[in-house]
């Protein structure tokens, strides 16, 4: 059962797809959930609206079942995530416009759980294409989720990078949850949905126009606590990205490219204009995420360290490292000697077996009589 809010916004994506433009951001005193049960007329007097955007919204409103888009979408394995709803990624809502749903095929990782975007240019040198598989396999080995486009070139090789290392890895399409584009990547669709997810902000079947794509560009960036440009153009999607990323309050860097060449002058501009350079590899993943040495010295771990019987391994190691006040997630891992993916996995486990509790900031708590 979907409520009214979440069906309000599913009710405007619809609409914004239809009509081929952003309709959200020009609601001004409208609220959300006011327009569905207006008429054309009455939300024309408030909201300036085109005539394309009049005649999908009274197509809409005759044929809208939330219940039935719901049900259809669940058939083919694709959950909705609406502004409404409390898993929807708390960086993405500080986005310019940001996007009312977000359809999803697959998984995505759990909130805490760094995600570093890698993006760059589609027809990227020998030596770009190196740099995003590297910077990919890199990331995916310390637990870090790889989130880039799926398009050709740059895109394609940061997925594949993450692939290879058996990491996490999140697809945000500019077309339809359904479309494969660009043809040619369909096998590594298939492959990045079953290692994490695809994500797009587009309803089934909406085709892959020009337009969308710079869209699409807010949502990898709102995923994201850091964007890496690995090669770009001076004009190119990858700088949106990055100024996508800027907005959101997200670190930016960017992979020094040679002197001259076009494809490298607007990853090079940014590092001229403070973007970070990343001239390392293991250096950059370790200012993401520390790599895990052990546990940290007994005193600085001041928590009671005994934890319930019966409790498997990995979780009983991930409980000792949270205390009873808001232990952030690099801390857990410190005291509990856990590589970052098996500490979030047990971490998640604990959470749904009332052992630990989350609070607003992603930190972890335990609770009493765990």
């Not at 310390?142 to 993450?162: M, N, P, Q, T, Y």
């Not at 996490?168 to 584009?181: P, W």
Request: net charge negative; proline share 7%.
């Amino acid at each position: 059962m979907i409520d009214s809010d979440a069906s309000a916004y599913l009710f405007i994506s619809l609409l914004q797809a239809r009509a081929g433009t952003s309709f959200m951001s020009r609601l001004g005193d409208v609220t959300v959930a006011e327009v569905p049960g207006m008429s054309a007329t009455e939300l024309s007097e408030r909201v300036r609206m085109t005539d394309q955007t009049v005649r999908a919204f009274e197509e809409l409103r005759r044929t809208f079942d939330p219940a039935a888009v719901i049900h259809d979408l669940e058939q083919r394995g694709i959950s909705v995530v609406t502004l409404a709803d409390g898993d929807y990624p708390e960086r993405l809502k500080v986005v310019p416009d940001p996007p009312p749903v977000l359809f999803v095929d697959g998984e995505l990782p759990p909130p805490e759980t760094p995600a570093v975007a890698l993006v760059g240019s589609r027809k990227a040198s020998v030596s770009g294409l190196d740099s995003a598989r590297s910077l990919g396999r890199a990331l995916g080995e310390r637990g870090v989720c790889v989130v880039s486009g799926l398009a050709l070139g740059v895109d394609a090789a940061a997925h594949e990078g993450a692939l290879e290392a058996s990491g996490l890895t999140v697809g945000v399409l500019g077309c339809g949850i359904d479309v494969v584009y660009p043809r040619s990547n369909r096998r590594l669709f298939q492959q990045v949905r079953e290692s994490g997810a695809l994500v797009s902000e587009y309803h089934l079947a909406e085709a892959p126009l020009a337009w969308r794509f710079p869209a699409r560009n807010r949502i990898i960036a709102g995923l994201c606590q850091s964007v890496v440009v690995v090669e770009a153009a001076e004009k190119s999607g990858a700088l949106i990205t990055a100024r996508h990323a800027l907005d959101a309050g997200a670190d930016v860097w960017a992979v020094p490219g040679p002197p001259g060449p076009p494809e490298c002058r607007g990853s090079n501009r940014l590092i001229a204009d403070g973007a970070g350079c990343l001239w390392d590899i293991p250096e950059f993943v370790d200012s993401v995420a520390p790599e895990i040495t052990g546990p940290v010295p007994a005193e600085d771990a001041r928590i009671d360290a005994s934890v319930p019987a019966g409790l498997p391994e990995g979780e009983a190691a991930a409980l000792t490292g949270v205390g009873f006040e808001p232990t952030p997630v690099d801390t857990v891992a410190g005291r509990s000697g856990l590589r970052m993916q098996e500490l979030l996995s047990a971490l998640a486990l604990l959470e749904l077996k009332g052992y630990v509790s989350r609070d607003g900031s992603g930190s972890f708590v335990r609770r009493a009589g765990g």
